[in-house]
């Protein structure tokens, strides 16, 4: 399963009526969140497991707690929400309250509503990087190339699919139709992550200055 399935599949359908009918927020929006985080926290792991003691912590959290299951029974995502918040937590460090902070901006999450939302979608990520650890067989110190490998397919994949359901979600949650410069949220998204440059430096407001510096050298 791509990280493309995970956002448009039956899990992240189910973990966001979850949350639509736990805090009042609409699905799309939950939906585009998980869109925007996944990558996001990928992507701050994979800096991470370029220290082999991070590498390790996360190999034995990943070996430890995520087996993946949750992908099978999103009714975890909403028992696992205090565990989430201690992922965020260690996943963005000092940079949690800006994160949330960037994110409740361009989704129009509230911002007493990002943090527990996310904490709800955090499990469901690690996960889905669980049950990739298992189908490649990698260890502490494949992490880092599973890791951007996930974050590359997924890339590919947003650029072949230029019009889908996710990306109109995407470019109606994200900046009021103004989000995306190229016509492909999605991709603007992975570009950020996978330090793309251009298309997302852009447009200016919406997508164009999403995350913001969040992504930085990263």
Known sequence: MSLIDLLTGNTSSQVAEQAENKFGIS???????????APLVIS???????????????NNALDKDHDGSILNDASQAEARQAEGG??????FGGEKENV???LSQNTGISIDKIGPILAMLAPVIMGYIGQ??????????????LLDGILGNASNQAQAQQSSPLNDILGSVLGNG???????????ILGSVLGG?????????????????LFGGK
């Open 86 to 91: 201690s992922i965020l937590n260690h996943v």
């Open 197 to 213: 440059g251009g298309q997302q430096q852009q447009g200016g407001g919406g997508l164009g200055s999403i995350l913001g510096g």
């Open 132 to 145: 990739q650890k298992q189908q490649n067989n990698v260890g502490a110190g494949g992490l880092g190339g």
């Open 100 to 102: 949330e902070n960037q």
């Open 27 to 37: 699905k799309n929006q939950i939906i585009a969140l998980l869109a925007v985080a």
């Open 178 to 188: 103004q989000s995306s410069s190229s016509g492909n949220p999605l991709n603007d």
């Open 44 to 58: 701050h792991l994979r800096n991470k497991s370029q220290d082999s003691n991070e590498a390790e912590a996360l």
